[in-house]
């Protein structure tokens, strides 16, 4: 009987869905385990092969701690709002949701193709209203409640007004802005409404407020900085420039700390909490306050080096400081604002990474230093950002290698108080010895007495104070687009009102067109119906607003974290309308046990989810302050693409082996037109780009011969393969079995389809197992000792590498198996039955169709994992080469618990070795027990 994977895997995952197979219960008596896979967003590429390798990882993982006898919950859904729908709907006036209705269909269809076990009954999506309503919500916490350091956590915003009302701020310890005016109680209750909101959005852990953002004027956007690449934007290409806008912002800061020490805790890759640190990048040293001469101003700078004061020369201010344009001379103004306008255009990644270039303008403005009252110039320089620190440096060229470098370039004074010892930031703090100089306080002191004395004297002359510092700034939460959750905000009086829950979803409005309005509003300024009736608490026309009882909504909509930072929770309890998710279900659930996706994500959606979470579990919504207990990264499929090379300036294309003989230009083509030996098929070109049609071809003994190059596989680069077409020829479990035999699962490995052809071929040997010819035929015997022997290694080393992720190991180990199973002529039900619950993680199709010829009615997915029994690894034999004159001549099988004088009674009576000696006595007849015996002639 052949093997028919088409068949066989079109039957199980029908069998899979209709029965729901894998559907998760939040009541059972087993010991729970969840899986998850990072959301994924359903592009209208669909998947190509590189996409399931995580998936698949998980799901053999899910499937094996189901036979464990765990409860698994291993769901999925998708990402569903986001800028590329949107960008397809301006481009094509298609609504969004349509596009990614069909991409979703798409994905579905991919994703039953290779077999994973989702319980699909909990499929979530976050452009649905039934979920965004929740995300809604969670906006509206936020809002609500304030971070008390004094507790260490966030709070709702009514113990705050409590603490207003009973003494007013000036006792209030939180994390909020930072110039907070202080007010007693009788002062807070003589404050209008509009003043206490006002106030109150200073504390709030979501808030209005100007800031600077990554503005994209062609896609009509804001974006996040892990959205920008290059200086453009990542979708599309786009300039980016730097603007000032109001927008709403999450106080991510106020965890940054809790973030730092959450990582200590939890299972995750040392290089992505590595990222995270550094991102959050705490810092501590002191703030110092220098007055700007001949103005009432100040610039705050924050240094981790306060004693290196007396080394300060000059000053540079970010170029978006709000100081600029007021310090600015009339003689600078016009050089001041050349350089600020350049600036923007450039991202603040670009700005960080690049070292090299120095580049600055003084503004003709002068600081005064607070501790000798010298004139310090200040410059501006796009090597300072204005969301790092203060936006200011005080810049010590003797201390530090930008700050020298830059004083060089511009001729500035390089002061020389330090002796000439290294005070840089990678001086060793622990070193001893270094003098300060240029100060009666400092002087003779050492580095570390140094630093706090410095700090010591700021206090106490009233401009400087200790401080810890991080470098994570709070979220930007606004973007100026369609496809995005709603905010449930109305605007009364210009103060934002939040509409109350038991009224949400506040749903997306139609709209006309997906560009901003003309005027520059969002997108959702094009809607006539988006307004707030709060007589009937419902969405109505605009033109009914009356700022009585109809408002006007908020324009902006959420970002696409908004709905991935909390996912996971709402798949304990996916169908709950009443509460994002069940204090019962997620008391069992708790946490993802295991996490699998990119290293990618680090600093944009592990880092925000982090964030929701712990402030979810601080408002006693949640049980734990760690959304996942372990994270794997998993490696990335890479394509080889296939080059031609066209000679310069010509439409010409030479072959390979020819190229070095012209000034050629490399050009990728699709993969699908070159065979197994590197050939392109000249008419599939020519008709599948113009371009080709009339081309020049110059070939190498009559065939053109493509260039071949490992990188990450894209349909830009047509190196795209679709696992449809591998399902379709060599079956799902195929695929399965041979992502994971690429390599370790962390690791990036290069794709090459002829590879596959090799699993293919075993799982059809497996196959033959349990077949006599065209008839399925196994045998009721006891098994044979070699027969446990090969089952009960697989059973201890698949089990091994399952625990250990290493599942490229236990595919080679089950070709081994299977190799050996063969080769004992083995069809015992007893041990191909284990074998299959084995093997049912990898390839489950089959697994599943011989499990059901052996006589089960139940799916395989229920059957327990085999038990490691040691004892049939134990040898009671050995299987003796026997030497003469060190020349093995044949092999003798003993039991191994025979003495030295038995095995050499046994040897000399055999008749091979009677046929040997040919009636000599041998001189000598070494044995060494257990290993080998040697006959001496």
């Not at 453009?232 to 603007?243: T, Y």
């Not at 610039?299 to 201010?317: A, H, K, W």
């Not at 394509?639 to 390979?656: D, E, P």
Request: hydrophobic share 35%; glycine share 8%.
């Amino acid at each position: 009987m052949q093997y028919n994977h088409q068949e066989i895997e079109k039957k199980w995952q029908e069998y899979w869905a209709k029965n729901q197979t894998f559907k998760a219960s939040n009541n059972s008596d087993k010991p729970k385990y969840y899986v998850l896979d990072m959301f994924p967003y359903p592009s209208g590429a669909g998947l190509h092969v590189g996409h399931p390798l995580g998936y698949i990882a998980s799901d053999i993982y899910a499937r094996y701690k189901r036979h464990k006898g765990f409860n698994v919950l291993h769901p999925q859904g998708y990402d569903s709002f986001g800028l590329p729908a949107e960008q397809y709907a301006i481009q094509t006036g298609q609504h969004p949701a349509i596009t990614t209705e069909t991409n979703i269909k798409t994905y579905r269809g991919q994703l039953d193709k290779i077999g994973f076990s989702f319980d699909w009954s909990r499929e979530v999506r976050t452009s649905n209203p039934e979920y965004y309503k929740w995300t809604q919500w969670i906006f509206i916490q936020l809002f609500n409640s304030w971070y008390n350091k004094d507790t260490d956590k966030a709070e709702d915003v009514s113990t705050l007004v409590g603490m207003f009302e009973a003494e007013g701020n000036a006792n209030v310890n939180a994390v909020a802005d930072e110039d907070i005016k202080q007010f007693s109680a009788d002062e807070w209750k003589n404050f209008s409404s509009k003043e206490q909101q006002e106030i109150l959005l200073q504390y709030r852990l979501t808030y209005l407020s100007d800031t600077e953002v990554n503005w994209c004027p062609a896609l009509g956007t804001v974006l996040a900085n892990d959205e920008i690449v290059n200086g453009v934007s990542e979708r599309g290409g786009h300039p980016v420039v730097r603007k000032k806008m109001t927008q709403w912002s999450m106080r991510i800061s106020a965890y940054a700390q809790r973030l730092l020490d959450g990582l200590n805790g939890i299972d995750w890759p040392q290089p992505l909490k590595d990222i995270q640190t550094n991102w959050i990048g705490r810092s501590q040293g002191a703030m110092v306050t220098f007055d700007v001469d001949g103005h009432d101003a100040n610039i705050e700078v924050f240094t981790t080096r306060p004693d290196t004061i007396f080394g300060v020369s000059f000053m540079t201010l970010a170029p978006e400081h709000d100081l600029v344009a007021k310090i600015t001379t009339d003689a600078q103004r016009e050089a001041v604002e050349a350089y600020v306008e350049a600036t923007a255009k450039r991202s603040e990644r670009d700005r960080m990474a690049d070292v090299k270039t120095i580049s600055g303008v003084f503004t003709g403005a002068y600081a005064l230093h607070p501790f000798t009252g010298k004139q310090v110039p200040i410059w501006i320089g796009d090597y300072v950002l204005a969301s790092y620190g203060t936006g200011a440096v005080m810049a010590v060229p003797c201390g530090d290698q930008r700050d020298y470098d830059f004083a060089k370039h511009f001729g500035l004074e390089i002061p020389n108080i330090f002796e000439g010892v290294d005070i840089s930031e990678q001086a060793n703090d622990t070193k001893e010895g270094i003098k300060l100089a240029n100060s009666d306080f400092l002087d003779g002191l050492n580095y570390k007495k140094g630093m706090k004395t410095v700090i010591y004297e700021m206090e106490k002359r009233g401009f400087g104070f200790g401080k810890i510092n991080y470098r994570l700034r709070d979220a930007v939460f606004s973007r100026q687009r369609y496809w995005g959750e709603p905010f449930p905000v109305y605007y009364k009086d210009g103060m934002p009102q939040m509409i109350a829950n038991e009224h949400l979803p506040i749903e997306l409005p139609e709209v006309e067109k997906y560009l901003p309005t003309e005027d520059g509003k969002p997108p959702l300024g094009n809607s006539t119906e988006w307004a707030w009736s709060t007589e009937t608490n419902s969405v109505v026309s605009n033109d009914q607003i009356n700022n009585e009882t109809v408002f006007p909504l908020e324009l902006n909509t959420m970002p696409g974290w908004a709905g991935s930072s909390w996912y996971f929770n709402r798949y304990m309890d996916a169908t709950n309308d009443g509460e994002f998710v069940s204090k019962e279900a997620v008391e069992y659930w708790k946490e993802v046990d295991l996490y699998i996706g990119g290293s990618e994500h680090a600093t944009g959606h592990l880092l925000y989810a982090r964030f929701w979470q712990k402030f979810l579990f601080d408002r006693g919504f949640l049980p734990v302050d760690e959304f996942a207990k372990k994270l794997i990264n998993q490696g990335m499929i890479l394509g080889t693409s296939a080059i031609v090379y066209r000679v310069s300036g010509t439409n010409k294309y030479v072959s390979l082996g020819l190229k070095d003989q012209y000034q050629t230009e490399e050009l990728r083509v699709d993969v699908k037109l070159i065979n197994s030996s590197d050939e392109l098929d000249l008419d599939g070109l020519k008709n599948w780009q113009p371009q080709f049609a009339d081309a020049e071809f110059e070939l190498e003994e009559g065939k053109y011969i493509v260039g071949r190059e490992v990188e990450k596989m894209s349909k830009r680069w047509f190196n795209v393969v679709n696992p449809d077409d591998i399902c379709e020829e060599y079956g799902a479990d195929s695929l399965r079995l041979f992502e994971m035999f690429l390599g370790p699962l962390e690791q990036f490995k290069p794709w090459k389809t002829s590879g596959i052809s090799g699993v293919y071929s075993f799982l059809k040997k497996l196959w033959k197992l349990f077949h006599n010819g065209e008839n399925f035929e196994v045998s009721e015997g006891e098994a044979t000792k070699d027969n446990l022997k090969t089952l009960h290694k697989t059973i201890k080393k698949v089990e091994e590498d399952i625990e250990n992720f290493s599942f490229n190991t236990s595919v080679s180990t089950f070709m081994i198996a299977v190799n050996e199973l063969t080769a004992q002529k083995c069809n015992n039900k007893v041990i191909l039955e284990q074998l299959l619950v084995l093997i049912s993680p990898y390839a489950p199709h089959i697994a599943e169709e011989l499990w059901n010829k052996l006589g089960h009615e139940e799916s395989i997915s229920t059957a327990a994992f085999p038990v490691f029994d040691e004892k049939h690894l134990v040898e009671s034999s050995k299987n003796y080469p026997v030497s003469f004159n060190g020349k093995m001549r044949f092999t003798l099988e003993l039991p191994l618990d025979m003495s030295k004088e038995d095995i050499e009674k046994t040897v000399m009576a055999h008749e091979k070795t009677q046929q040997q000696l040919q009636g000599r006595e041998p001189k000598k007849v070494i044995i060494v027990p257990g290993k080998i015996i040697n006959i001496v002639g």
